[in-house]
């Protein structure tokens, strides 16, 4: 999760949006959420992609599983089952989509209003982590 982390956070520092130190928090924490869920409910290898869309910075996570996650309040005793609840605290949007690997699953955030001109790659993604969600049980994160 810590690779995925910090190849999320300079994607994005490197497009220069202007997105403040905290907003990057966000990213991290957010990242990590989703794609500890990947790994741990698929148990195989999991993909992480960023964009800019135009306003909002997209984290996408395809796993090889077809179960959709869902938030749930878990209980005061309970040691997991918070991370979609940060997610939909912290994120602008976030959801998941099927793919024929399996499944995304994304969120957005927007960079503060005081943001910078953005250096993006032409197609406006930048795959962080291409794990091989073809072969299960290898995971990269």
């Given at each position: 999760m810590g690779v995925a982390r910090r190849r999320v956070a300079a994607a994005v520092r490197g497009w220069r949006l202007g997105l403040a130190e905290d907003r990057l928090d966000d990213l991290r924490l957010l990242t990590s959420e989703l794609v500890t869920n990947a790994l741990a409910g698929s148990g195989a290898a999991c993909a992480v992609c960023v964009?800019?869309?135009?306003?909002?910075?997209?984290?996408?996570?395809?796993?090889?599983?077809?179960?959709?996650?869902?938030?749930?309040?878990?209980?005061?005793?309970?040691?997991?089952?918070?991370?979609?609840?940060l997610v939909e605290a912290l994120a602008v949007a976030w959801g998941t989509e099927p793919h024929p690997a399996g499944k995304v699953v994304w969120f957005e955030i927007e960079p503060h209003p005081a943001g910078a001109s953005a250096r993006v790659p032409a197609n406006g993604a930048e795959p962080v982590l291409p794990g091989r969600i073809s072969r299960p049980l290898r995971a990269t994160a």
């Open positions: 964009r800019w869309t135009g306003a909002r910075v997209r984290v996408e996570v395809t796993d090889a599983s077809r179960q959709r996650p869902r938030a749930q309040a878990p209980g005061a005793e309970d040691e997991s089952g918070r991370g979609l609840l």
